[in-house]
T-cell receptor, first 115, second 112 residues
Framework: DTEVTQTPKHLVMGMTNKKSLKCEQH?????MYWYKQKAKKPPELMFV???????INESVPSRFSPECPNSSLLNLHLHALQPEDSALYLC??????????????FGPGTRLTVL | KQEVTQIPAALSVPEGENLVLNCSFT??????LQWFRQDPGKGLTSLLL?????REQTSGRLNASLDKSSGRSTLYIAASQPGDSATYLC???????????FGDGTTLTVKP
């Protein structure tokens, strides 16, 4: 298995809802990432998990809460989002060997719309 | 501040032409550089990864080069095809901490 999967593909939520995005990979990668991408812009890094521990948080608002329950799964919990949080949310993973980060592989993304 | 720039923002070529996409970065002390393609509304597809110690990488019709001293990487696409139409992004990792900085991308259109 050489792919990163993300569910759901599309999500519409109100500002008072709580929802979660899910990312899964079975490539044995020990680094996993969340990115946010607005239309016609490059991806912006949100979080990095290394060996299931949060290693980078790019000053993301607390209404986004990441979780890495095991080495194959990465979740992003959403609560009290704003319309400007509407974007494509991308998950990625990479091999992490001896502290060395390698090639990143991306999932297809979740298209989030906040009403 | 470590920045990544891609010029041009858009490029249109006829089918069969060879072309070069450019990526510039402000700090020569990079860890690695990765080229991606992205189709509209889709995720990113990894094309090539060049480690700091390497000068180039090749995959099929694609060749990526790295010149750290001048802060540049190029992606060469040979014999372009309409299926190559996409946005091409370069991502530079400046330190071994898992954080990559992306350029704004070059949107390529290959006309039949």
């Amino acid at each position: 298995d050489t792919e990163v999967t993300q569910t759901p593909k599309h999500l519409v939520m109100g500002m008072t809802n709580k929802k979660s995005l899910k990312c899964e990979q079975h490539m044995g990668h020990r680094a996993m990432y969340w990115y946010k991408q607005k239309a016609k812009k490059p991806p912006e890094l949100m979080f990095v998990y290394s060996y299931e521990k949060l290693s980078i948080n790019e000053s993301v608002p607390s209404r986004f809460s990441p979780e890495c329950p095991n080495s194959s799964l990465l979740n992003l919990h959403l609560h009290a989002l704003q319309p400007e949080d509407s974007a494509l949310y991308l998950c990625a993973s990479s091999l992490l060997q001896g502290g060395t980060y390698n090639e990143q592989f991306f999932g297809p993304g979740t298209r989030l719309t906040v009403l | 501040k470590q920045e990544v720039t891609q010029i041009p923002a858009a490029l249109s070529v006829p089918e069969g032409e060879n072309l070069v996409l450019n990526c510039s970065f402000t700090d020569s002390a990079i860890y690695n550089l990765q080229w991606f393609r992205q189709d509209p509304g889709k995720g990113l597809t990894s094309l090539l990864l060049i480690q700091s110690s390497q000068r180039e990488q090749t995959s099929g019709r694609l060749n990526a080069s790295l010149d750290k001293s001048s802060g540049r990487s190029t992606l060469y696409i040979a014999a372009s095809q309409p299926g190559d139409s996409a946005t091409y992004l370069c991502a530079v990792t400046f330190t071994n901490a898992g954080k990559s900085t992306f350029g704004d991308g070059t949107t390529l259109t290959v006309k039949p």
